[in-house]
Nanobody
Framework: VQLVESGGGLVQPGGSLRLSCAASGFTFSSYAMSWGRQAPGKERESVAS????????NYADSVKGRFTISRDNAKNTVYLQMNSLKPEDTAMYYC?????????????WGKGTLVTVSS
């Protein structure tokens, strides 16, 4: 399983960024995907998730109405559109999935892409 995030960077408050996560090594269209983030000194938190078909999405209260998760199963890619960014959105952003492996479920994360919101 390989998950490679991209699209992070420095953006001013109120700005927008679109993160991408290219997936490989598993049947992408069969599994839910998610985005999480971890700010310095804080634990990783879930930001958004999307079912395998894209029919159901969920968001953390802190990003609801500002972030949109989507996926393109033909491209094995999941996206996170982030609008109205705030300084408190500054964090390393990771995409992830969980895949059954025998009797257990293994959680996979990419290496992340850094988002910095600052003027």
């Amino acid at each position: 399983v390989q998950l490679v995030e991209s699209g992070g960077g420095l953006v001013q408050p109120g700005g927008s960024l679109r993160l991408s996560c290219a997936a490989s090594g598993f049947t992408f269209s069969s599994y839910a995907m998610s985005w999480g983030r971890q700010a310095p000194g804080k634990e990783r938190e879930s930001v958004a998730s999307i079912t395998s078909t894209g029919g159901i999405t969920n968001y953390a209260d802190s990003v609801k109405g500002r972030f949109t998760i989507s996926r393109d199963n033909a491209k094995n890619t999941v996206y996170l559109q982030m609008n109205s960014l705030k300084p408190e959105d500054t964090a390393m952003y990771y995409c992830g999935t969980h895949i059954p492996r025998g009797p257990t479920v293994v959680r996979y994360w990419g290496k992340g892409t850094l988002v910095t919101v600052s003027s």
